[in-house]
């Protein structure tokens, strides 16, 4: 299989876009990644609005998006942009459309870019499965072309850039009966309103794909790209961003799995992170994923060139790995936490990789984000390890150790190995340099586990490189993915990690994770480590450990306070390993954007929500202070709730 969705896999490349001027700010071409937000404030709240986008200015945001629902709200786009330019501020602005022509169509007069649905745009969703003829299925494009041309012809007239932004929770009824809840269903939904576009000769466009889900999200770029190619379509800019990623560390890590992931690519024009925070917090976080790609510019080409992939970049599927212990096959990647620039570990430094000793009943307790192996060096540990949790050693410890059964040994050097142990090795692989004598050993050898490294800016690109050699010679060995970081803040090791490992757990690469500490870490520094192991798998679906909350970034369509009420609901519900809840601020987010939530909360009015299972509403115009207790019997209801530890019934 050619990869036929970016420049390359063995050096950084960026994607060459059409350039589009979003005012005075150009995208695509050879300009830089541009950094956005949307504005929280209701639109009508005209000094609220431009209070917000000013802060968000000097955070770094290039261009700011407005919530636009109705007309009204379109109408008053001209009084916030007015007092903007009154007060020196320039930046470009994008109104955000769902379900309203008539709003779009003004909105387009006044500022600079448009963002449409095309899943909500001519479409109303019914969740209905429709069995289409070819020619009912033709007679609908064209009454698609009808609705939407009279935009498109506006925005030519206006120089007005316009973003077809297809969600993966909104896509139509026409294209789920067609294509199904699928990436090539979002491209289709985006192609269908590119091709009206470029027939009539307007090609202003930016295009997005965006999931709550960062596999299906990176699956539905990637094919994007690869569709545009292939029908002649001109490489239009892409906006990057992972829908509803939440907040806190798990909406850092899940847009770093997804946005990092096609930034990695060589994929990406402008982005935007959707954290259920103030809207300012979002560009710093965004910068460090963009600023982080300049160490990779510079990087010299990984030889040998990749050029034949033998994993699809449009589905998710496992590499296959023979099963040793527990790594490989079946098994959820493992995290092995590092301990071995630490010195001399006692029991409590265990709690930070979620074992707690309890003395008073003379036990360990585990929690759900418990590592499953400690990397202690050449210093082992002098007690007895919990149950759930083993060692890994130094080889030249390891052969001297007194136990020699329930530790493991790291090799790095085969030809100094006098023993192996019987059930599980790790042979620790620099994949930017090594002896490919490695090959021969590992088609002959077993209960062995990989543990791959790389120095280089552009790592993902090493340990790919090596993995598909493996493939290649049918070597089926388990791997670990291995990085290691200098002194980082939260944000930055969180990103960091999470785009080079995620990367390749996305193309389905990877058995376990070791995310190393360069210096002496504090405990504090190794739960981080610990929790942001986990967090990666979590976010790219292979590894659920705990609840996970869709929650939208809040924008002026928000009836309640998302903060807060995520906040309530995390609170009552973060024990469910495994639960999906969606939390929307306004009905345009609710059925669509939390397409990937077992249950919704979903604002419905001032003071009610609208609860829901899947995509079906359950019950509507619940008071909100009846809200949670109503959703948690909705949980119970369908068989997903359990009690937290220690509350008996």
């Not at 050879?30 to 404030?41: A, C, E």
């Not at 020619?135 to 072309?145: G, N």
């Not at 850092?252 to 925070?277: H, N, Q």
């Amino acid at each position: 299989m050619i990869h036929t969705y970016c420049n390359s896999l063995t050096e950084y490349s960026r994607r060459k876009t059409r350039e589009v001027f979003i005012g005075d700010v150009p995208l695509g071409g050879d300009n830089p990644i541009r950094i956005q937000s949307m504005t929280t404030v209701d639109t009508m709240d005209t000094m609220g609005s431009v209070e917000q986008t000013l802060r968000m200015v000097e955070a770094g945001c290039e261009y700011v998006r407005i919530t636009a629902p109705s007309i009204k709200e379109a109408q008053n786009l001209e009084n916030i942009k007015n007092e903007l330019r009154k007060r020196g501020c320039d930046v470009p602005l994008v109104a955000d459309i769902h379900f309203t022509p008539n709003a779009a169509e003004l909105a387009a007069t006044i500022v600079e870019k448009v963002r449409v649905n095309p899943g909500n745009y001519a479409d109303k969703k019914k969740f209905e499965q429709i069995d289409y003829t070819d020619q009912a299925y033709a007679d609908e494009l064209k009454r698609i072309e009808d609705k939407f041309s009279p935009l498109v012809e506006i925005c030519r007239s206006n120089n007005t850039t316009m973003r077809i932004g297809t969600n993966h929770g909104s896509l139509s009824d026409r294209i789920m009966s067609r294509y199904g809840d699928t990436p090539l269903g979002m491209v289709e939904s985006a192609l269908e309103f590119i091709r009206i576009c470029e027939s009539m000769d307007y090609k202003d466009l930016v295009v997005s794909m965006k999931s709550s889900n960062p596999q299906v999200m990176v699956q539905a770029y990637r094919l994007l790209v690869n569709k545009l190619d292939q029908e002649g379509l001109e490489p239009y800019p892409l906006h990057l961003g992972v829908t509803e990623a939440g907040e806190a560390e798990d909406g850092r890590i899940k847009s770093a799995v997804g946005i990092g992931t096609l930034l990695e690519d060589g994929l990406g024009d402008t982005v935007r992170v959707s954290l259920t925070e103030e809207p300012e917090v979002e560009a710093p976080v965004a910068k460090i994923m963009v600023d982080r790609l300049n160490e990779k510019q510079h990087q010299k080409m990984i030889e040998p060139v990749i050029d034949r992939l033998p994993i699809n970049p449009f589905e998710y599927h496992r590499r296959v790995a023979d099963e040793f212990l527990n790594f490989g096959n079946e098994n959820v990647p493992r995290v092995i936490a590092d301990f071995s620039k630490m010195g001399m570990v006692e029991v409590k430094d265990l709690k930070s990789v979620g074992h707690s000793y309890l003395p008073e009943l003379d036990k360990w307790g585990m929690n759900d984000l418990g590592a499953d192996y400690i990397y202690t060096g050449s210093n082992p540990v002098e007690f007895m390890l919990p149950n759930g949790l083993k060692e890994v050693l130094d080889y030249e410890k390891w052969e001297r150790s007194s136990d020699q059964v329930n530790k493991f040994p790291l090799i790095t050097d085969l030809q100094n190995v006098n023993e192996f142990h019987k059930k599980l090795n790790f042979i620790l692989v620099d994949t930017d340099n090594y002896n490919q004598t490695i090959f021969g050993f590992l088609q002959k050898s077993a209960n062995t586990v990989l543990i791959l490294h790389s120095e280089q800016a552009h790592a993902t690109a090493s340990i790919r490189r090596f993995v598909i050699e493996l493939i290649n010679q049918n070597i089926k060995v388990p791997v670990v993915l291995k990085q290691s970081y200098p002194e980082l803040t939260e944000d930055e090791l969180m990103i960091y990690a999470s785009t080079d490992a995620g990367t390749l757990y996305i193309d389905g690469i990877g058995d376990g994770i070791m995310l190393s500490p360069e210096s002496t870490p504090t405990v504090d520094q190794l739960k981080l480590y610990n929790n942001t192991a986990f967090g990666i798998l979590q976010a790219a679906r292979t590894r659920i450990t705990k609840t996970e909350y869709i929650s939208c970034p809040s924008c002026g369509r928000t009836l309640f306070d998302l903060q807060e009420t995520t906040a309530m609901i995390r609170k009552r519900t973060d024990h469910l390993k495994g639960v999906k809840i969606g939390i929307m601020g306004c009905i345009v987010n609710g059925p669509g954007e939390m397409a990937d939530a077992d249950f919704g909360y979903v604002g419905s009015g001032k003071g009610k929500i609208t609860l829901y299972k899947g995509q079906e509403v359950v019950k509507r115009g619940v008071p909100s202070e009846q809200a949670l207790d109503q959703l948690i019997e909705l949980i119970k209801e369908h068989g997903k709730w359990v009690e937290p530890e220690g509350v008996t019934l």
